[in-house]
């Protein structure tokens, strides 16, 4: 079979079963399997595949359509200016959580040295991603997740910053090491009863562990904020990301817990994403 017969065959595959980005994530599992670009795919669309390789592509196309994630078939996802290991069990990182890497970057660009706090690492993707931009600043990543603590170790050290930052196996709420003059962190935001309406890619398979707010979808990040009262240094930032509909809860989380609110981010589609503030005392 041609490459271009394959990837019509498998869009077919993907559209009957609802998946909405077909013919993307045909060029991208096919890309993966050959070992080549895109961009290769539709200037050798004639080209034979082995059968050894339609094989593999066959096999990825049918976990697709039962709605497995893209980034957990090809064990990557691009995030910022890197690119992620990723794996099952651990939360994918999203395009909106740039916001918080763009808020950090602008509040410390006459910075050169910060110790940086990030709470529910996941993949490592935030607190990376800053250490990356920012050669003078140093951190720590906590998650209750022995495999997110795994794979943020695997991504520190393909990203060259792995001496800068160490990762720990705990809650924050059991977590007092240090004093921060940052601490960031995309905690689980979503109501426990809301998880059922999510899309099947996330609902079927990301961990619940990364999107359970509680019943009120803020428990987590409550949390946060009365440790972050104790962790950070005077003037320090916490910046945290958020639903949509919860910039009113958390402002008035964060001042009753002595923080002052200086700016609330809006991600790509024009939603309330990311809170920063400072603490005062």
């Known amino acids: ?6 990837i019509e065959s498998g869009k077919k595959i993907l559209s009957k079963n609802l998946i909405k980005s077909s013919q993307l994530d045909c060029e991208i599992l096919l890309a993966e399997v050959l070992k080549k670009k895109r961009k290769y ?3 050798n669309s004639n080209e034979q595949i082995k059968d050894i390789n339609l094989k593999k592509f066959k096999n990825l196309i049918n976990q697709r359509s039962s709605g497995k994630p893209i980034a957990y078939l090809i064990k990557k996802k691009n995030f910022w200016n890197s690119e992620f290991v990723i794996d099952e069990g651990v939360l994918i990182p999203r395009p909106d959580t740039e916001t918080l890497i763009e808020a950090t970057l602008e509040i410390f660009k006459n ?5 940086v706090l990030d709470v529910g690492v996941g993949s490592g993707c935030i607190i990376l991603s800053i250490l990356k931009e920012k050669p003078g600043f140093y951190g720590k990543g906590i998650d209750i ?4 603590i795994n794979l943020s170790k695997l991504n520190a050290k393909k990203l060259g910053v792995g001496n800068r930052v160490k990762f720990i196996k705990t809650n924050v709420d059991n977590f007092s090491l240090g004093k921060y003059d940052l601490i960031i962190s995309n905690p689980p935001y979503i109501k426990t009863n ?5 899309e099947k890619d996330v609902n079927c398979f990301e961990p619940k562990e990364a999107l359970d707010g509680g019943l009120d979808g803020i428990l987590k990040t ?3 904020i009365k440790k972050a009262s104790n962790l950070l240094r005077r003037n320090g930032k916490l910046i945290l990301e958020i639903a949509y509909n919860q910039r009113n809860k958390i402002t008035r989380l964060l001042q009753n817990k002595g923080f002052v609110i200086n700016r609330v981010i809006k991600d790509y589609a024009k939603n309330d994403r990311c809170i920063i503030s400072t603490k005062t005392n």
């Open 145 to 148: 997740n022995s495999k997110s």
């Open 222 to 224: 409550q949390n946060i």
């Open 111 to 115: 910075k050169d040295y910060a110790n």
């Open 41 to 43: 795919l539709i200037l």
């Open 194 to 198: 809301e998880l059922k309406y999510l």
């Open 1 to 6: 079979m041609i490459i271009n017969d394959a």
